[in-house]
């Protein structure tokens, strides 16, 4: 995770993850939530 976020950041782009672990979505400026397809959450 840790070079994905820092691949993204020097090069100055978005990076998108679609995961289901809290713990990875720490690691992360922004943070949005979603259930049957709606924003429900969002941080960041």
């Known amino acids: 995770m840790d070079l994905i976020v820092?691949?993204?950041?020097?090069r100055g782009t978005t990076?998108?993850?679609a995961l289901h672990?809290?713990?990875v979505?720490?690691?992360c400026d922004r943070v949005i939530?979603?259930?049957d397809?709606?924003?429900v959450?969002?941080?960041g």
């Open 21 to 23: 672990d809290g713990q």
């Open 41 to 43: 959450t969002a941080s």
């Open 33 to 35: 939530g979603l259930r």
């Open 6 to 10: 820092r691949l993204g950041r020097g």
């Open 15 to 17: 990076v998108l993850i």
């Open 25 to 27: 979505a720490e690691a």
């Open 37 to 39: 397809g709606r924003t």
